[in-house]
């Protein structure tokens, strides 16, 4: 009997962790997108190994996230279609913060600022898309629709598209940032 008394002592603070922890973060969400706004904005020292290691994981999670979606498209109409859309649309917000982004040259360093607009775009975006998942759960748990229904109901691609469109961004700005630091690195050796 104290053993089973001990047993369920310990699973009870593990059940209130999985319970409070999504409540928590929902909370902290706000404070996490104007942190994640302002960690994007910053100036920033381009290091070529930084850029390169960031190239290829944001090109690692991109093929895992339309892997993903390949494999929810089996149960969700347009699953593949919203996320590959939303990669590309990303990729083109991207290259246009590229064009906006500010470089600072000098002979021993390169600085760069990421324009704030795209940044506050792609951010807004996210907030949007988990506002608007959060208000649907609620409206059709309300309407009492259970199963299949309840679940095509939650915009699954589109929620994949807004996921995508964040990826798509990072990966194209990446591209972006690895080949402006080699552009430097080239004139600079040449200019020795």
Do not use: D
Request: proline share 5%; glycine share 10%; aromatic share 10%.
């Amino acid at each position: 009997m104290a053993t089973t008394l001990v047993a369920s002592l310990i699973r009870m603070p593990l059940l209130i962790l999985v319970v409070l922890l999504p409540l928590v973060l929902i909370a902290l969400m706000p404070l996490i997108l104007i942190q994640r706004y302002r960690v994007g904005t910053a100036r920033r020292m381009a290091r070529p190994w930084m850029a390169t290691f960031n190239v290829v994981l944001l090109a690692f999670s991109a093929l895992c996230f339309l892997a993903g979606a390949a494999v929810t498209a089996v149960w969700v109409p347009n699953a593949f279609t919203g996320a590959a859309a939303g990669v590309a649309v990303g990729a083109g917000l991207g290259l246009v913060g590229l064009m906006l982004t500010r470089w600072e040259p000098t002979a021993a360093t390169l600085h760069y600022t990421p324009n704030r607009w795209p940044v506050l775009v792609v951010t807004c975006l996210v907030s949007a898309r988990v506002l608007y998942g959060l208000w649907r759960s609620w409206t059709v748990a309300e309407a009492g629709i259970y199963g299949t229904p309840m679940v095509l109901a939650f915009g699954i691609p589109e929620s994949l598209a807004a996921g995508g469109t964040v990826i798509g961004y990072y990966f194209a700005y990446g591209l972006g940032v690895r080949r402006r630091i080699l552009k430097w690195q080239n004139g600079a050796l040449r200019a020795r």
